[in-house]
């Protein structure tokens, strides 16, 4: 039984939490997934993991050897994805996830342009404000919006994205517009259920000031809350990208255009950071490139 094979196997197995699981990512039988593992555990004269019929855990030898082989395995593929680098194009469905206000004519551009550059890669993209498992929904990257990315993410920062605070004309000739974020305690805001905006900094010439929110309704879609804010229900806080037209064409006003809300980073974030396929590397480095901000 070759054993690069079974060490692959049983990396797979861990990731995967079960046999059964790995086998089918590994497209092969569960009886000889079992087998690989059993021959790795009689090599080394030790238990790898342990198994009951609804559970699967590593033993203290099976952590520790883990741990090594997935190292040892990284720097291989590595090495492998380096010299195909160098004569394979990148093609295949790229499964990406990313925040539904990602829905706009600037990354849509992105997007056009990137698939001309590489047209055999599919991008299959899912705009979803939630929480998405890569490993286990099998998506290959996702872009994530954020302040504060966890440390146990790899990811690649790309650009930030500012929000602006907004509303109709409409809504601001009947309720008056703001002069100050003191005076946001007296109008109705529509907030996103996807980020904690509950309170918010704002900070202008004379100081930062902290706002509490009021929220006369609240909601998951980016798209719906521009629509509540053209009816003109409240104010609302928007990315940059997503309400830019609305501000140039006069639909919308930017309100407090002298304060500053919160600029969260958006990042790329992928699975393995010594491995990545061609379609992967090129798609993040297209987009570093696309969303760098100008020099000063």
Not at 95 to 107: E, L, Q, S
Not at 157 to 164: A, K, S
Not at 212 to 222: E, G, I, R, Y
């Amino acid at each position: 039984m070759d054993a690069l094979t079974s060490l692959r196997v049983f990396r797979e197995v861990v990731d995967a939490g079960s046999f059964v699981k790995a086998a089918e990512r590994l497209d092969i039988s569960t009886a000889m997934t079992s087998k690989h593992v059993a021959n790795l555990e009689r090599q080394l004269g030790v238990r790898l993991l342990n198994r009951t019929t609804r559970h699967l855990s590593l033993t203290e030898a099976g952590s520790v050897y883990y741990e090594q082989c997935s190292e040892a395995l990284d720097i291989l593929q590595a090495a492998e994805a380096a010299v195909g680098a160098q004569r394979a194009r990148p093609q295949g469905v790229l499964k990406v996830t990313a925040p539904g206000w990602f829905a706009t004519r600037k990354f849509a551009d992105i997007l056009v342009a990137y698939r001309e550059r590489y047209p055999e890669v599919l991008i299959d993209l899912r705009l979803e404000n939630r929480f998405v498992d890569l490993v286990e929904e099998g998506y290959d990257m996702a872009l994530r919006a954020t302040s504060d990315p966890s440390p146990s993410l790899i990811v690649r920062p790309l650009c930030r994205v500012p929000f602006v605070l907004a509303a109709s004309p409409a809504y601001l000739q009947k309720s008056g517009e703001p002069r100050h974020p003191d005076d946001l305690s007296r109008h109705r805001i529509v907030l996103p259920t996807y980020t904690n905006i509950e309170t918010v900094d704002l900070t202008g010439p004379d100081g930062t000031f902290t706002v509490k929110n009021q929220a006369v309704l609240k909601t998951n879609d980016t798209s719906m809350s521009l629509q509540l804010v053209r009816a003109g229900l409240g104010l609302a806080y928007f990315p940059q990208w997503i309400v830019a037209p609305e501000l140039a064409s006069g639909g919308l006003v930017r309100v407090l255009p002298a304060y500053e809300a919160f600029a969260p980073s958006v990042f790329a974030v992928y699975t393995s950071r010594k491995y990545m396929t061609t379609k992967v590397r090129t798609f993040i480095d297209f987009l570093s490139e696309s969303l760098a901000e100008p020099a000063g």
